[in-house]
């Protein structure tokens, strides 16, 4: 059971624009800022965007963050086919620990 | 180039211990934080520990509290994990990350590829 909750799936055709959430509390999110991450199958988890809305460098503007209390939201827009991987919110908590949602499958039909 | 190397994983039999490094390059080491994260097969990634630049300060989850403790070499650039009284849930691809701490603003932004460790049931 993942402190962060996100949907298990998700799922777009080319060009659609998706959204993925992600829940926690107020010792992680609502105190803290929201980071995701995108796994490629078979690769290590690569940062997508840090501090509820920035992107690293390399990042295409097609990502998007953004957070409201205790809640986040990762935007993709133009979906591509290169963007099926899995997705994963991050956030530090308060308890001294780093949180994860349990991951969200992205499709691309 | 800012890379992380991890090494030393393998098949270790319940109870048994496995010391897992993680070597970096193209970067400061000694003036970042430093983390372990795992992702069990088929599942999610699940932070395991986390020390500071110094060593002065370790953090650990819960579920490993008391069999794995986190170290670092900074003179020679490495991070440590020492897996004691290992168990069949402790079956993971370890990774080490970068941890970045800034005006307020927390995140790991390096990742390595891991290192599978495997403890039969």
């Known amino acids: 059971q993942s402190v962060l909750t996100q949907p298990p799936s998700a799922s777009g055709t080319p060009g659609q624009r998706v959204t993925i959430s992600c829940s926690g509390s107020?010792?992680?999110?609502?105190?803290?800022?929201v980071n995701w991450y995108q796994q490629l199958p078979g690769a290590a988890p690569k940062l997508l965007i840090y501090s509820n809305n920035q992107r690293p460098s390399g990042v295409p503007d097609r990502f998007s963050g953004s957070k409201s209390g205790t809640s986040a939201s990762l935007a993709i827009s133009g979906l591509q086919s290169e963007d099926e991987a899995d997705y994963y919110c991050s956030a530090w908590d308060d308890s001294l620990n780093w949180v994860f949602g349990g991951g969200t499958k992205l499709t691309v039909l | 180039e800012v890379q992380l190397v991890e090494s030393g994983g393998g098949l270790v039999q319940p109870g048994g211990s496995l010391r897992l490094s993680c070597a970096a390059s193209?970067?400061?080491?000694?003036?970042?934080?430093m983390n372990w994260v795992r992702q069990a097969p088929g599942k999610g990634l699940e932070w395991v520990s986390y020390i500071s630049s110094s060593s002065t300060t370790k953090y650990y989850t819960d579920s490993v509290k008391g069999r794995f403790t986190i170290s670092r070499d900074n003179a020679k650039n490495s991070l440590y994990l020492q897996m004691n009284s290992l168990r069949a849930e402790d079956t993971a691809v370890y990774h080490c990350?970068?941890?970045?701490?800034?005006?307020?603003?927390?995140?790991?932004?390096?990742w390595g590829k891991g290192t599978t460790v495997t403890v039969p049931s």
């Open positions: 990350a970068r941890d970045l701490r800034e005006w307020g603003y927390y995140y790991m932004d390096v």
């Open positions: 107020s010792s992680n999110i609502g105190s803290n800022t």
């Open positions: 193209g970067f400061s080491f000694s003036s970042y934080t």
